[in-house]
C-alpha cells in the first residue's frame, strides 16, 4: 500500500487548506480512511474518518472547521481545514481508519498566528 499526501504548506490564522491523499494497492471503496496528525511533542492523533458510505466523524477539537470526504474513483480522500489556528500546525498523514498501512510521508502544515 502507498500514500501519498498533499496540500500542505503555510497559511494564516483563519484561512484555509485543502489536504489530499491518493492510495494506491488497496480496493480503496472497502476501506474506512482517516487523517492523523502529529505535532511536535505530540503522539499521532486522529483528526477525522470517513466510512465507505461516506460518514464522516470528527475530533472534537476539528469538529466544525474541518471537513473529510473521499473519491472512491481516485482512490482519494480529502481533508478541507477551515478556520486555521496555530495549534493546527503538523504534519498530517492519511491512512486507513485503524492505520493500517505504513504511514506515508505525510504532508506539512503550518498556520502562522
Known amino acids: 500500500v502507498q500514500l501519498v499526501e498533499s496540500g500542505g504548506g503555510l497559511a494564516q490564522a483563519g484561512g484555509s487548506l485543502r489536504l489530499s491523499c491518493v492510495a494506491s494497492?488497496?480496493?480503496?471503496?472497502?476501506?474506512?480512511m482517516a487523517w492523523y496528525r502529529q505535532t511536535p511533542g505530540k503522539e499521532r492523533e486522529l483528526v477525522a474518518a470517513?466510512?465507505?458510505?461516506?460518514?464522516?466523524v470528527y475530533s472534537n477539537t476539528m469538529k466544525g472547521r474541518f471537513t473529510i470526504s473521499r473519491d472512491n474513483a481516485k482512490s482519494m480522500v480529502y481533508l478541507q481545514m477551515n478556520s486555521l489556528k496555530p495549534e493546527d500546525t503538523g504534519v498530517y498523514y492519511c491512512?486507513?481508519?485503524?492505520?493500517?498501512?505504513?504511514w506515508g510521508q505525510g504532508t506539512q502544515v503550518t498556520v502562522s498566528s
Open positions: 470517513i466510512d465507505t458510505s461516506g460518514r464522516p
Open positions: 491512512n486507513s481508519r485503524w492505520s493500517d498501512w505504513s
Open positions: 494497492g488497496i480496493i480503496f471503496a472497502i476501506k474506512d
